[in-house]
C-alpha cells in the first residue's frame, strides 16, 4: 500500500485537481493508495477571517463564505459531468451552510474560541476531499472517502492537539481491516477528542495524518506531492543557484524542516521514521521530476553539508549576572517559566562560566516570554543577582545540516570564516552533539547575503558571484568595463567567478542592477539612471547589504576618496585607482589600514603607484617577508618619461605636453603631473609602504615649471608655455651638452623623499627608459647593490584598467 497527500497548491485549481487526478488514477493500476488532502490553497485562510470577522461582529464573514462556496462550485462544474454533479454540490452547500451558522453564533457571542476555530477551519480539508473522491468515483475508479476525525484521537488542545498513538492506530488498522476499495481519500489536518469534538493538527497537519496513516498500515512509501520537486540545498527565493537535493536522510531532514525548509514538517517524519518508511517529495506539477527521498541510509553527495536553511521572525532572550555562576536549577528554573506560557525554545547557548544564558524563540512569544521570566526572576533581579533581561529582535537563525559533518573537522571554521568576511555579525551560536547541525543567530537583514555565502562556500559547483560597485566612468573606467566583459567566460571557467556589476556611478548618476548591469549597453543604462551624488551612491551600497562586495574607484575625486571607511567599516573591499587617500594625511591614511585589518576588509590601491605594475605588491611581500628597505628610485611618471622622451628642442615643448594629454598619459589639467604632485603622492605611498611615517609636506620637490605656468586656466598654461619655451629648450640642451637624457626622479633614503629633474648618464639604470615607462629600484637589506627591478609601462588607460582588475580579483574574499 502507498500513501499520497497533495497539499494546497495542488488542490488549488481545477487544473491542479486534473493533475492530482492523474498521478492518483496512473498509481491505482499498480497497488492499493490512500490518498490525503489538504484544504484549496487560501481556503484555511478563508476560514479563519471569517471566525475573526464574525467574533468582531462584522457580517462581512458572509461573503467569504460565499467565495468559498464559489471556489469549489467552479472547481465541480468544470470537472465533473453534469449528471453527476448534484449530490455533490448539495453536498459543498450543506457544507457551507454548517460554516456559516458556526459563525453566527460566534457573531452572536462577539467570541471565537480555538475550539470553535478549529471546527471551522475542518471544513477546508472536508471540503476537498469529498470533492476529489466524488471526481474519482464520476471516472468509474474504486473509490472510498473516509473521515479523518473517525480515525485519529488526540487530546484536547485545539490548534496543535497531541496525538493519542495506540488509539489512532486501532483505528486505522480496524478500519483498514474491512475497507475493499482500491482507494481511499481522506482529509488530512482534522482530527476529534475522546468527546468526538473536532481539532486539528497544527502546521503541516495533513502531512502528519498522512505520515500516521502509512505508520499504521505500514506502507511501503509516503509520497508528500507540492508545488516544488523536492527540498533544496537552500532557499531557492534567497539563492538562485540552490538545487534540488535527490536523497536526504531523516534526520537531515527534520533539521532542515525545523528551521525553515517548509516543503515537509518535522513532525512528519517520526512516525514513518520509526517504521523506516521511505518518504518522496514529489511536484504534481512535473511529476517526472525525481523529487527528494527520504531515508534511514543515504550515500554521500560529495559535500559534507546536505542543506542550508533559515528562520526569521526569532528574538533572544538573554540573562546574565553573577548570581547565575554555581547555581543548581537556575536552567530549569527559566525554561519552566518559557514552558509555563507554551513558549518553544528553538535554540539554546550557554556560556561556559555558567555567568549568562540566552535563548532563541519565535517573534510572537517574545511579550509573554518576557514577561514570565521578569515575573520569575523578580527577586534575583530587584537584588542584582540578576541584570535585567535582554531582549533582541528583527533576528533569524541559518544553519548547517548534514550527517557527514560529524566526520569533517574544519565545518564551524568554514562557516564562521566566511560569514565573518562578509561582514555577517553572529549573535549565538549552538551545535548539537550529534554534530549534524551548526545555527547561528544573526540579524535578519543578513539572511539573504549569509544564507549565499554559506552556499558558495560548501556547494562548490556554484560559481561564486562577486559584486562590483564602480565609482567613475572616464578612460579608465570604460576601459575596466571592457576588460570585465571580455573575460566573463575566462572567469568562469577557469576561477568559478561571476563579477556582477551591480552599481555604478558617474559625478551625475547612478544605476544599480544585483543581476549584473549588461556591459554591453552600461552607457546607455547610466544615462537613464537616477541622478545622485556619491553619498547617496554608498548609502545604497550599504543598504544593499549583497555578499562579496567591492567597491572600485577609479576616479581622481578627493570626495569619494572620503567615503573608504564607510565601506571597510561594512566589511566591504576598497580598490582604489585613486591616489587621494593613500597620500591623504598619514593619520587617515593608518586609519584606513587599521579598518581593512580590523573588518577583514581589503584595501587595495596597486595602481597608485606605476599603473598595472606589480609595484606595491613587490613592496608588499619584501615587507611581509622581513626585508627592509633602505632606499627607493625611481620614474614614476609615465607623462613626465614621455614628454621628456618625446622632446628635443625642435617642437615646442606645450607640443609634446598636448600629444601626452591626447594619448591619455596625463591627467585632465596636465599640471598634475608636470607639477611633480603627482610623483610626490607616489614615493609618499611607497615610503609609507616601507613603514616610514611620511607627510607629503615633508617631500622637497625640484620644480622645473615656473611658476608663471601654474596660473590661470588649462588653455593659459598651455599659452604660458609656449612663453617659456626658451626655459625648456635649456633644459633640454643643459642635459644633451653632459651626454644626459631629462628624467623626473623620486627618492627616498634616511627618513627623506625627494623629487625633481635630473640629468642621467647613459651607465644609468634610468637612461634607456622610453616612452611611458615606469622603473622603479628597490634597495633593501636583501638587495643592498644590485637592486630590485620593476619596469614597464606606467602609464595609459589599459594598463591602469588592467591593473585595477588585477586588485578586483585580489580583493574577492577567500
Given at each position: 500500500m502507498q500513501v499520497l497527500?497533495?497539499?494546497?497548491?495542488?488542490?488549488?485549481?481545477?487544473?491542479?485537481?486534473?493533475?492530482?487526478?492523474?498521478?492518483?488514477?496512473?498509481?491505482?493500476?499498480?497497488?492499493?493508495?490512500?490518498?490525503?488532502?489538504?484544504?484549496?490553497?487560501?481556503?484555511?485562510?478563508?476560514?479563519?477571517?471569517?471566525?475573526?470577522?464574525?467574533?468582531?461582529?462584522?457580517d462581512t464573514f458572509r461573503d467569504h463564505i460565499r467565495e468559498i462556496e464559489a471556489r469549489h462550485f467552479a472547481v465541480i462544474r468544470q470537472l465533473m459531468p453534469v449528471q453527476n454533479q448534484g449530490s455533490v454540490l448539495?453536498?459543498?452547500?450543506?457544507?457551507?451552510?454548517?460554516?456559516?451558522?458556526?459563525?453566527?453564533?460566534?457573531?452572536?457571542?462577539?467570541?471565537?474560541?480555538?475550539?470553535?476555530?478549529?471546527?471551522?477551519?475542518?471544513?477546508?480539508?472536508?471540503?476537498?476531499?469529498?470533492?476529489?473522491?466524488?471526481?474519482?468515483?464520476?471516472?468509474?475508479?474504486?473509490?472510498?472517502?473516509?473521515?479523518?476525525?473517525?480515525?485519529?484521537?488526540?487530546?484536547?488542545?485545539?490548534?496543535?492537539?497531541?496525538?493519542?498513538?495506540?488509539?489512532?492506530?486501532?483505528?486505522?488498522?480496524?478500519?483498514?481491516?474491512?475497507?475493499?476499495?482500491?482507494?481511499?481519500?481522506?482529509?488530512?489536518?482534522?482530527?476529534?477528542?475522546?468527546?468526538?469534538?473536532?481539532?486539528?493538527?497544527?502546521?503541516?497537519?495533513?502531512?502528519?495524518?498522512?505520515?500516521?496513516?502509512?505508520?499504521?498500515?505500514?506502507?511501503?512509501?509516503?509520497?508528500?506531492?507540492?508545488?516544488?520537486?523536492?527540498m533544496m540545498t537552500a532557499d531557492p527565493r534567497l539563492v538562485f543557484n540552490a538545487r534540488i537535493i535527490a536523497h536526504i536522510s531523516y534526520q537531515e531532514a527534520m533539521e532542515l524542516s525545523h528551521f525553515g525548509a517548509k516543503v515537509i514538517y518535522p513532525p512528519t517524519i517520526q512516525p514513518v521514521m520509526k517504521k523506516n518508511i521511505p518518504v518522496w517529495i514529489k511536484n504534481t506539477f512535473a511529476k517526472d521530476d525525481y523529487g527528494t527521498l527520504i531515508e534511514n541510509e543515504v550515500k554521500k553527495n560529495g559535500s559534507s553539508i546536505r542543506g542550508i536553511s533559515s528562520m526569521n521572525r526569532i528574538t533572544l532572550l538573554s540573562l546574565e549576572g553573577g548570581g547565575m555562576v554555581g547555581i543548581p536549577g537556575f536552567s530549569k528554573k527559566l525554561f519552566e517559566a518559557l514552558a509555563g506560557e507554551s513558549v518553544n525554545v528553538i535554540l539554546i547557548t550557554q556560556s561556559s562560566s555558567e555567568h549568562s544564558i540566552c535563548v532563541a524563540i519565535e517573534d510572537k512569544d517574545a511579550e509573554k516570554a518576557a514577561a514570565s521570566i521578569n515575573r520569575v526572576f523578580q527577586y534575583e533581579m530587584e537584588t542584582g543577582k540578576v541584570d535585567p533581561l535582554v531582549i533582541e529582535k528583527d533576528l533569524s537563525i541559518s544553519a548547517l545540516v548534514g550527517d557527514n559533518m560529524k566526520s569533517h573537522t574544519g565545518i564551524a571554521g568554514k562557516m564562521f570564516g566566511v560569514l565573518g568576511r562578509n561582514g555577517v555579525n553572529i549573535r549565538a551560536i549552538a551545535q548539537g552533539s550529534s554534530e549534524r547541525n551548526i545555527s547561528a543567530v544573526i540579524a535578519t537583514k543578513d539572511v539573504r547575503k549569509a544564507v549565499n555565502v554559506l552556499h558558495e562556500e560548501f556547494f562548490e559547483s556554484t560559481d561564486k558571484v562577486i559584486h562590483l560597485f564602480v565609482a567613475g566612468t572616464g578612460n579608465v573606467g570604460k576601459r575596466l568595463f571592457n576588460q570585465l566583459k571580455n573575460q566573463t567566460q575566462f572567469l568562469r571557467q577557469h576561477m568559478r567567478l561571476q563579477v556582477k556589476i551591480a552599481g555604478i556611478c558617474n559625478s551625475r548618476q547612478m544605476v544599480f542592477n544585483e543581476s549584473g548591469i549588461d556591459l554591453a549597453h552600461w552607457e546607455d543604462i547610466l544615462q537613464k539612471g537616477e541622478k545622485a551624488g556619491i553619498q547617496d551612491f554608498i548609502t545604497r551600497i550599504i543598504d544593499k547589504n549583497l555578499r562579496n562586495s567591492v567597491f572600485t574607484d577609479v576616479t581622481a575625486n578627493d570626495t569619494v576618496a572620503a567615503v573608504y571607511d564607510q565601506l571597510l567599516k561594512k566589511n566591504i573591499g576598497v580598490v582604489a585607482c585613486n591616489k587621494v587617500a593613500a597620500s591623504s594625511a598619514f593619520s587617515n591614511y593608518?586609519?584606513?589600514?587599521?579598518?581593512?585589518?580590523?573588518?577583514?576588509?581589503?584595501?587595495?590601491?596597486?595602481?597608485?603607484?606605476?599603473?598595472?605594475?606589480?609595484?606595491?605588491?613587490?613592496?608588499?611581500?619584501?615587507?611581509?617577508?622581513?626585508?627592509?628597505?633602505?632606499?627607493?628610485?625611481?620614474?614614476?611618471?609615465?607623462?613626465?618619461?614621455?614628454?621628456?622622451?618625446?622632446?628635443?628642442?625642435?617642437?615646442?615643448?606645450?607640443?609634446?605636453?598636448?600629444?601626452?594629454?591626447?594619448?591619455?598619459?596625463?591627467?585632465?589639467?596636465?599640471?598634475?603631473d608636470l607639477s611633480g604632485a603627482d610623483v610626490m603622492r607616489k614615493i609618499l605611498i611607497l615610503a609609507r609602504e616601507a613603514g616610514v611615517q611620511l607627510e607629503m609636506e615633508e617631500i622637497a620637490c625640484h620644480a622645473f615649471l615656473p611658476d608663471s605656468c601654474m596660473e590661470g586656466s588649462v588653455e593659459d598654461f598651455y599659452a604660458e608655455m609656449k612663453n617659456k619655451e626658451e626655459h625648456f629648450r635649456s633644459l633640454y640642451e643643459n642635459a644633451a651638452a653632459e651626454n644626459c637624457k631629462l628624467k623626473f626622479v623620486a627618492s627616498y633614503e634616511n627618513g627623506k623623499a625627494e623629487v625633481g629633474l635630473r640629468h642621467i648618464p647613459p651607465q644609468s639604470d634610468f637612461y634607456h627608459l622610453y616612452g611611458k615607462d615606469n622603473i622603479v629600484l628597490f634597495y633593501t637589506e636583501r638587495y643592498p647593490d644590485q637592486p630590485l627591478v620593476i619596469k614597464g609601462a606606467g602609464a595609459g588607460a589599459e594598463v591602469t584598467a588592467s591593473g585595477v582588475f588585477a586588485d578586483i580579483l585580489r580583493a574577492i574574499p577567500s
Open positions: 497527500k497533495f497539499g494546497g497548491t495542488s488542490m488549488g485549481s481545477p487544473a491542479a485537481i486534473k493533475q492530482v487526478m492523474d498521478i492518483v488514477t496512473g498509481k491505482m493500476q499498480e497497488q492499493q493508495l490512500v490518498v490525503i488532502v489538504s484544504a484549496m490553497s487560501g481556503t484555511t485562510d478563508l476560514l479563519l477571517q471569517c471566525s475573526e470577522l464574525a467574533a468582531k461582529g462584522d448539495s453536498e459543498v452547500k450543506k457544507y457551507c451552510n454548517e460554516i456559516e451558522d458556526i459563525c453566527n453564533g460566534i457573531f452572536l457571542l462577539n467570541e471565537s474560541s480555538p475550539r470553535s476555530r478549529d471546527k471551522i477551519m475542518s471544513y477546508g480539508e472536508l471540503l476537498s476531499s469529498r470533492i476529489l473522491s466524488s471526481l474519482l468515483i464520476a471516472s468509474q475508479a474504486d473509490v472510498a472517502w473516509k473521515d479523518a476525525r473517525e480515525l485519529v484521537c488526540t487530546d484536547s488542545g485545539f490548534g496543535n492537539a497531541i496525538v493519542n498513538f495506540e488509539k489512532t492506530q486501532s483505528s486505522i488498522l480496524s478500519f483498514f481491516r474491512s475497507n475493499t476499495s482500491r482507494l481511499v481519500v481522506m482529509p488530512g489536518f482534522i482530527a476529534r477528542n475522546d468527546s468526538n469534538i473536532t481539532t486539528t493538527l497544527g502546521r503541516g497537519g495533513s502531512d502528519y495524518t498522512a505520515a500516521i496513516v502509512a505508520a499504521a498500515v505500514d506502507a511501503s512509501v509516503l509520497e508528500i506531492w507540492t508545488d516544488v520537486s523536492g593608518k586609519r584606513l589600514k587599521e579598518l581593512s585589518r580590523e573588518y577583514n576588509a581589503p584595501f587595495l590601491f596597486e595602481t597608485n603607484v606605476g599603473a598595472g605594475l606589480p609595484v606595491i605588491g613587490t613592496l608588499n611581500d619584501l615587507m611581509r617577508s622581513g626585508d627592509k628597505v633602505n632606499k627607493i628610485e625611481a620614474v614614476l611618471s609615465g607623462t613626465l618619461n614621455f614628454v621628456f622622451n618625446n622632446y628635443d628642442g625642435k617642437k615646442d615643448f606645450s607640443t609634446v605636453v598636448k600629444q601626452a594629454q591626447e594619448e591619455g598619459y596625463t591627467e585632465p589639467d596636465p599640471r598634475l
